[in-house]
């Protein structure tokens, strides 16, 4: 698997960052589910994961997260939220993707022990 450098990783469009960091973290909330063997499958998980990959589940961690961000993430993160063809009336879809923003962003820059740290802070409530 091929990745990039964290500037050029920053430089892809907007929209392909939001996309690849959707896809990275609901494998994450998928993976955590299934790792820690406390949901069975079946409904009951697909709830759990779907609370934390909703658009108001990623605003909520957004939120959660405060200053953990470093100015880099910031940046992508608001690039993500004013990114041109959202639905300017769902402020929780516009945190929501800023946050795909800067998962795309790690995982495509390879910046992996950062991502996990991020995400281990999302899923755990808080703090890390």
């Not at 759990?48 to 993160?77: K, P």
Request: net charge neutral; charged share 20%; hydrophobic share 40%.
């Amino acid at each position: 698997m091929k990745f990039l450098d964290a500037g050029a990783a920053a430089l892809l469009p907007i929209q392909n960052l939001a996309w690849i960091g959707d896809a990275v973290y609901e494998l994450y909330s998928r993976q955590r589910l299934v790792v820690t063997g406390e949901t069975p499958p079946g409904k009951h998980a697909h709830r759990l994961s779907a609370a934390f990959t909703s658009a108001g589940g990623q605003a909520a961690a957004v939120a959660r997260l405060g200053d953990f961000f470093s100015q880099q993430e910031l940046e992508l993160l608001r690039r993500g939220r004013n990114a041109k063809g959202l639905p300017r009336n769902s402020a929780e879809y516009c945190q929501a993707t800023g946050l795909e923003v800067v998962v795309g962003w790690l995982w495509l820059s390879s910046q992996h022990r950062r991502l996990e740290e991020m995400l281990q802070r999302i899923f755990d409530g808080g703090e890390g």
